[in-house]
C-alpha cells in the first residue's frame, strides 16, 4: 500500500493507476456481457382468417359469332345480283342475292312446253274422247286467257284512274298552299323595299342615282300588291271551290262503282264540276301573270340600283353595304317568289292533265270495262259447260297417256321450283360475315356466310398445365378489352379441343367461352379475356402461400404457442396464387409463422474492431 501511495505522487504512476482501473472495469464488463442470456429473435406471424378462395385460369382470344349458316344456291348458275354486302345486318326472309335466271326460265317454258305436248298426246290417245276433251281444254284455256284479258284492261284503267285522282288531289292542294306563301310573299317585298328606300343617305351621286332606281320599284310593287288583293286572292278562292267540287263528284262515282250501281249521275256531275274548274284554273292562271309581272319590274329597279353601287368609282366604297344588302336581299326575294309562280303554274297544268285521265275514266271507260269482264266471264263458262257436257257423253281410258301428262307437270313443277329458288333468302336473322362470289360469276358453294352475332363466343387457348383443369360447363368471367366495363359479362365454357396445336413450339388447346348474354356494345373480332373459375370456396379457414412450409416432401405449418414456433400438422385445400384453404389443423385466430425476413449483417454503432469497450457485431433482421 506504501508502495502504491508513493506510485500515486508520480504522473508516471497515475498513468499507471488509470490504466489499471481501465482494465479492470473493462475485464468486468466483459465478464457481465459473457454471463448475460442471448437476445431472444422476434417471429413475424399472420392470423387464420376466414375468406374465400377461387382457383381459376385466364384465356385470351377474340370474340366471335356462336355459329354460322353457309348460304348456298339450289340451283347452279350465274349470280345476277347481290342484294347485301359484308357487315349489314339482315333480318330472318330478307332476299339475300339472285341468280340469272335466264336458263331457268328457258327451262321452265321448255317444260311448259313439254306438258303442252304431253297433254296433245293425251288428247291423240283419248280416241273418240280426243276432240271432246280438247275442246274442253281449249274452252278452259281461252276463258281464262279472256277473262284475264278484261281484267288486266280494268285493273289498268282502274290504276290510271286512281293514281291520277291521288296526284292532282295532292297537287291542287300544294297550289293552294304555294299561292297563300306567295301572297304574303309580296307584303313582305313591299316592307323590305321601303326599308332599303330608307336606308340612311350617303354622300356619292351613284348613292342617289340607286335610290333614285329603286324608286322605280314602288308602283310595280303597289300594282302587285293591288293585284293580290283584288284578282289573284279572289280567284285562288273559286280555283279552291270548283277543286272541292271536282273532289265531291269523284267521291259520288266512287261510291257508285263500289256498290256497282248506274254512274251516270255523277259522270254528269263531274262533267259539270270540270267545266267550272277549268274556268278558273284559266283565271287563276292569268292573275299569277299579272301579279308576277309586276315583280319583273321590281326586280329591274333592284337590278338597277345594284349596277350603280357597284360603279368603278363606288363599287368599294364601305358605307354602301348596308344599301347593297338590302338590294341583294331584295332580289333574291323577288327571284323566289316569280321561281315558285312558275312552279304553281307547272303544278296547275299537271293537275289539268291529271284530270283529263280521270275525266276519260269517269266518263265511261271504267264501267265499259267492268261490264266487259262479266260479259267475257259469263261467255267463257257457257263455252266450258258446252264443252264438258260433250266430254261426259263419251267414255274413255286415258291411264297411260295420263301418267305422261302427270310426269310433264311434275316437270314443270320442278322447273318451277328451281326458278322459284334462284332467290335465296335469309333462314334467321344475322351479320353477312363473307361473300365468295361477285355478280357474274358462278355461284361458289357456299357463296356467303351469314353469321348469328345474337350469340357470341370467345376463342382462346389454354397450355398443357391448365388443360387438365377446365372441363365443359365451368362458370367464367369475359372481359372485352375494346368497351371496358360495358363489356363485362358471363359465360361458360362450351368446347374444348381434345388434341393441341402446336403454336411457336408450344402445344396449346383451343377453348370456347359462350357469352351468357352478350353486351350490345360487344362485335365478333374484338379481343378479350376469359376468367374460368376452376374451384372456389367460400368462408373456408385460410392462410397465406408464404406460411406454408414442406419438409422432405410434407407440407405443415407452424404456430405459435406460448410465443414458441410449434410445428402442426394440416389438412390443406384448394390454393391459388397467394391463398391457400386450411381444411382442418387450426382454428381461426391462430397465429401462423411465417419465415424470417431476409436479414443484413450492420455494425452496432460505436463498436470498434478492438481495445476497450469493443465487441462483436449484431445481426439486425429486415
Do not use: C
Not at 309580296?186 to 332599303?196: E, F, K, R
Not at 260433250?390 to 328451281?418: G, I, R
Amino acid at each position: 500500500m506504501t508502495v502504491l501511495r508513493g506510485m500515486l505522487m508520480t504522473w508516471p504512476g497515475r498513468i499507471f493507476a488509470v490504466a489499471l482501473v481501465g482494465i479492470m472495469a473493462g475485464g468486468a464488463v466483459f465478464v457481465s456481457r459473457a454471463n448475460a442470456p442471448a437476445a431472444k429473435t422476434e417471429l413475424r406471424t399472420q392470423a387464420v382468417t376466414k375468406g374465400s378462395v377461387i382457383q381459376s385460369v385466364a384465356v385470351s382470344g377474340s370474340v366471335a359469332a356462336m355459329n354460322q349458316t353457309k348460304m348456298t344456291f339450289k340451283s347452279t348458275g350465274k349470280i345476277s345480283d347481290i342484294y347485301v354486302s359484308v357487315g349489314q345486318q339482315v333480318t330472318a326472309g330478307q332476299p339475300l342475292a339472285k341468280l340469272d335466271t335466264t336458263d331457268l326460265e328457258a327451262a321452265l317454258a321448255q317444260a311448259q312446253a313439254n306438258l303442252v305436248s304431253a297433254q296433245n298426246n293425251y288428247n291423240r290417245t283419248a280416241s273418240t274422247t280426243s276432240d271432246a276433251q280438247k275442246a274442253l281444254n281449249q274452252a278452259r284455256q281461252q276463258a281464262a286467257q279472256d277473262l284475264a284479258t278484261a281484267q288486266a284492261a280494268l285493273g289498268k284503267l282502274v290504276t290510271n284512274y286512281n293514281t291520277a285522282k291521288n296526284n292532282a288531289n295532292a297537287l291542287t292542294g300544294s297550289i293552294y298552299t304555294d299561292l297563300l306563301a306567295y301572297e304574303s310573299a309580296i307584303d313582305a317585298i313591299a316592307t323590305d323595299l321601303d326599308g332599303a328606300l330608307n336606308e340612311p343617305t350617303q354622300s356619292g351621286s351613284d348613292f342617289r342615282n340607286a335610290i333614285n332606281a329603286l324608286y322605280a320599284g314602288l308602283t310595280p310593287i303597289t300594282n302587285s300588291r293591288a293585284s293580290v288583293s283584288s284578282l289573284l286572292s279572289p280567284t285562288l278562292g273559286d280555283y279552291q271551290r270548283s277543286r272541292d267540287e271536282v273532289g265531291a263528284a269523284i267521291g259520288q262515282f266512287d261510291i257508285a262503282m263500289t256498290a256497282a250501281s248506274d254512274t251516270s249521275g255523277p259522270s254528269s256531275s263531274f262533267l259539270t264540276a270540270m267545266n267550272g274548274y277549268n274556268l278558273n284554273t284559266s283565271r287563276l292562271n292569268g292573275a299569277i301573270d299579272t301579279t308576277n309581272g309586276n315583280l319583273s319590274q321590281v326586280a329591274g329597279a333592284v337590278t338597277s340600283a345594284q349596277a350603280f353601287l357597284n360603279s368603278a368609282n363606288s363599287r368599294y366604297l364601305g358605307s354602301y353595304d348596308p344599301l347593297r344588302a338590302d338590294l341583294a336581299a331584295l332580289l333574291t326575294a323577288v327571284t323566289r317568289e316569280q321561281q315558285l309562280a312558275s312552279a304553281t303554274k307547272i303544278k296547275i297544268t299537271q293537275v289539268t292533265s291529271y284530270l283529263a285521265t280521270v275525266n276519260d275514266a269517269i266518263g265511261g271507260s271504267i264501267a265499259t270495262a267492268a261490264q266487259n269482264v262479266t260479259t267475257t266471264a259469263q261467255r267463257g263458262q257457257q263455252s266450258i259447260d258446252s264443252a264438258q257436257t260433250s266430254l261426259n257423253s263419251k267414255p274413255y281410258d286415258l291411264t297411260n297417256s295420263q301418267a305422261s301428262v302427270d310426269n310433264a307437270a311434275s316437270a314443270v313443277q320442278t322447273a318451277q321450283t328451281n326458278l322459284d329458288n334462284a332467290v335465296v333468302t335469309a333462314p334467321s336473322a344475322g351479320v353477312v360475315a363473307s361473300i365468295a362470289s361477285q355478280v357474274g360469276e358462278t355461284a361458289a358453294n357456299p357463296f356467303m356466310v351469314l353469321a348469328n352475332t345474337t350469340s357470341l363466343v370467345l376463342h382462346g387457348t389454354i397450355g398443357e398445365s391448365d388443360v387438365a383443369k377446365v372441363k365443359l360447363g365451368l362458370v367464367a368471367n369475359v372481359a372485352v378489352d375494346a368497351v371496358t366495363t360495358a363489356g363485362r359479362m358471363t359465360g361458360r365454357v362450351t368446347s374444348l379441343d381434345p388434341v393441341a396445336t402446336i403454336q411457336s413450339g408450344v402445344p396449346v388447346y383451343g377453348i370456347d367461352v359462350t357469352i351468357d348474354l352478350p353486351n350490345s356494345q360487344v362485335k365478333p373480332g374484338m379481343t378479350g379475356t376469359a376468367t374460368v373459375i376452376i374451384a372456389s370456396r367460400q368462408n373456408v379457414l385460410t392462410v397465406p402461400n408464404l406460411a406454408i412450409r414442406t419438409t422432405n416432401g410434407k407440407r405443415y405449418l407452424q404456430i405459435l404457442k406460448d410465443g414458441e414456433a410449434v410445428d402442426t400438422d394440416v389438412v390443406f385445400g384448394i390454393s391459388n396464387d397467394t391463398t391457400t384453404e386450411v381444411v382442418s389443423g387450426v382454428a381461426e385466430g391462430d397465429l401462423a409463422v411465417l419465415p424470417a425476413a431476409r436479414a443484413t449483417a450492420t455494425a452496432r454503432p460505436g463498436a470498434g474492431g478492438g481495445g476497450f469497450g469493443g465487441g462483436p457485431g449484431v445481426i439486425v433482421g429486415r
